[in-house]
């Protein structure tokens, strides 16, 4: 966050990229040592973790700085959704590159040949993703500017709050702590539990297959339709927190679903493959497709705080919600249908904060009365 404030995109993304590449490149290291290993795997998670606020954080920052007012909720929905439509590809690459080890599978892979092709597509993905990342680097470094010539707006060329000038009025503001919350809860609790759906499904007999496709087609739905909602929101302006109530209505109501679906032998509702795979990817699409709109709704909450430093306090909100409910996973494994109750529990909540939060639209009100 402090990066993207005092030095720009250039120097933030170049910086990121180069993390990424060091992270993959330490998990394909080969060492027989499996101790040496774990630590170059964990060590290259945790570089990866450290690119992790530029990819998550700098889609308003770059909204803001290269485009034009009519089109800053469009540019944001599809530099934030772009990230998502990897993690889709990962719920497709996992069961169809590596076979399943979870007894899900119909292959045998009680063998030391099994366990040996196992390992060999693992390491057949670490060395693609090592690939990737490194010509993303290599293109950034070849051309990435900072900044466009002029600016495409006031709020583009505005002087903004200085960064700990930022923390406080962030930490201030009770009406921008109620929407992050909003954001945190049902954000937070829904990457938990997408992280580890296969492990949910596999109580109701879903093969880890079956798992990743849901997984892919929800957040392929959300991002769709978070780019359609940031283009409806460029054209009717005013109109985030009404778009934030109807997607966080439909969110309630397919986690609701999903959960008593789940519960079959005491709600006696149909356990079918539509049903999971509709009631997923309702939820996906519902809660994805809200995050543009949560993004651009809390930087004109706060303007003129920093956009890096507000979607950055945000973020770190809702990964606390996901490593809580991850850790509290790793005790109550055995018996996981409260995670389940988690999603409409979190949604409700953060449905209920929105229609208590009274909107405003000060950087939108700066380009067009300033501007005229």
Wanted: with cysteine; aromatic share 12%; glycine share 6%.
């Amino acid at each position: 966050m402090w990066l993207l404030d005092k030095k720009g995109l250039r120097v933030t993304v170049l910086l990121t990229s180069f993390l990424m590449v060091l992270g993959a490149g330490l998990r394909c290291i080969p060492v027989s040592d499996l101790t040496i290993r774990k630590r170059l795997i964990h060590g290259g998670q945790l570089l990866n973790g450290l690119a992790g606020p530029t990819v998550m954080n700098a889609a308003p920052f770059l909204s803001t700085t290269w485009f034009s007012p009519d089109e800053r909720a469009t540019a944001t929905a599809i530099a934030s959704m772009l990230s998502y439509l990897g993690a889709a590809c990962a719920f497709l690459v996992g069961p169809l590159v590596v076979p399943s080890p979870n007894g899900t599978s119909h292959l045998p892979l009680a063998s030391e040949s099994s366990t040996e092709h196992i390992k060999d597509r693992i390491e057949a993905v670490l060395y693609a993703e090592f690939g990737m990342v490194s010509l993303i680097f290599s293109a950034a470094l070849a051309y990435f500017p900072s900044r466009p010539p002029f600016p495409p707006s006031v709020a583009a060329a505005s002087q903004r709050l200085s960064y700990r000038r930022s923390f406080c009025r962030l930490l201030s503001n009770f009406r921008f702590l109620m929407i992050a919350l909003a954001y945190a809860m049902p954000l937070g609790v829904f990457s938990g539990w997408s992280g580890v759906l296969d492990l949910i499904l596999t109580p109701v007999h879903v093969s880890q297959v079956d798992a990743g496709w849901i997984g892919f087609w929800s957040i392929v739905g959300g991002c769709v339709v978070g780019i359609a909602m940031a283009r409806f929101a460029d054209f009717i302006r005013g109109m985030l927190k009404l778009i934030l109530l109807l997607l966080l209505s439909g969110a309630t109501l397919a986690s609701t679903w999903f959960t008593l679906t789940c519960l079959t032998s005491v709600t006696h509702l149909p356990l079918t493959t539509a049903t999971l795979y509709t009631s997923c990817i309702l939820l996906g699409v519902f809660l994805n497709s809200s995050i543009p709109i949560f993004f651009e709704l809390f930087v004109e909450t706060v303007y003129p705080v920093p956009e890096g430093i507000t979607c950055g306090v945000v973020t770190f909100l809702s990964n606390v919600f996901m490593g809580v409910l991850l850790f509290f996973l790793t005790f109550y494994h055995t018996e996981i249908s409260w995670f389940n109750w988690c999603l409409p529990g979190s949604c409700l909540l953060s449905l209920l904060l929105i229609l208590c939060f009274r909107e405003s639209y000060d950087r939108l009100y700066l380009d067009v009365v300033v501007s005229v």
